[in-house]
């Protein structure tokens, strides 16, 4: 299977898997979470306003050829686990850890999306005085609320008990929504503000 | 080139350079200064005293197999230029952000060890409030040190008009030795206290 990158980014293979899901019939169209936060994070950085990146993806390199003349080529090598979220960086002095996630279900958000080594980080940062949260995007609906890491750290410490999800409306009631802007489209350092005030 | 991997750590290519650079003939036997930045992060993890990480190699994925009933396996891809350091986290509840950088040198850093780049993520750090640093390491004097961005920021803005390096009589001024210890080998918070305290 060959992929090209005629713009010039990196490929993800979280991000190649949400090709079936469905897109929203509503807004955000043709654009993915990530694509929008890599958008947003770009234009707070040249404006002076935050810095904040998404990690590079972890691979486990096993071969690499060094071809006379040109780029060294990874011949071999695979994906791997990676044990922190994907996004860190600072805003307002604060240090800040989150991660993006994307469901086509309408009335909740499966905790299938979530890893154990992800909650950890996030509980973590979140001792050490960090703000730790996620943003979530339920597809279908169009929407996007950036939730305290506290509200999926809780759901996922239950969720043997109890439910395997996390409701739409507990989202809604607990969480921040991230209405769609134009520069940047997804401005979701406003509900890092709100997030700040709240605490 | 085939490269093996006993103890299941990724390749990094800058390291793979580093086997060809003198070790220093005192202290840090046999160990570069990146295993002890990660060994020394590791035990800051467990302990609950911070968090921090290095990012992963940026890697541009151009082709993967997916063989059956076995992992997807990378057979093309390229190293790519980072935009930011290597390493970030939170630490006494701030954004901490540095690069580690060894020198054979015994007189003075050159600055042909460091990027444009890795100047304007720091000074970019810095001015919104985190902590922001290098950490160097003379091989062959068997000494590191941990010296805030603005030293390196200055010399490297008058890097065309005057010298192309830090004397070493000035990093050793300015920076804040790391001694070597047990637990970690390398306890670089411990330096990063002073920094904290010298602002």
Do not use: C
């Not at 990676?82 to 309408?106: C, H, M, P, V, W």
């Not at 929407?143 to 409306?169: C, F, G, M, N």
């Amino acid at each position: 299977m060959t992929i090209k990158y005629p713009n010039g980014q990196g490929f993800d293979p979280a991000q190649s898997n949400k090709r079936a899901v469905h897109r929203p019939s509503q807004g955000h169209r043709g654009m993915s979470l990530e694509s929008e936060l890599n958008q947003a994070n770009q234009f707070y950085l040249q404006n002076g306003v935050a810095n904040i990146h998404k990690k590079p993806t972890p691979i486990q390199i096993v071969n690499v050829d060094y071809p006379k003349r040109s780029a060294a080529k990874i011949s071999e090598a695979y994906f791997r686990q990676a044990s922190t979220t994907d996004y860190n960086g600072i805003y307002q002095g604060r240090y800040l850890d989150f991660d993006a996630k994307e469901t086509a279900s309408q009335t909740s958000f499966p905790l299938s999306n979530v890893h154990q080594h992800q909650i950890d980080h996030l509980a973590d940062i979140k001792r050490l005085g960090g703000l730790s949260f996620f943003i979530i995007r339920f597809t279908k609906r169009g929407e996007t609320y950036l939730i305290d890491s506290s509200l999926l750290i809780d759901s996922w410490q239950h969720r043997q008990e109890t439910r395997k999800s996390v409701p739409y409306a507990e989202i809604v009631k607990h969480g921040f929504l991230i209405p769609t802007g134009l520069r940047p489209i997804l401005p979701y350092l406003n509900a890092v503000d709100q997030l700040i005030a709240a605490h």
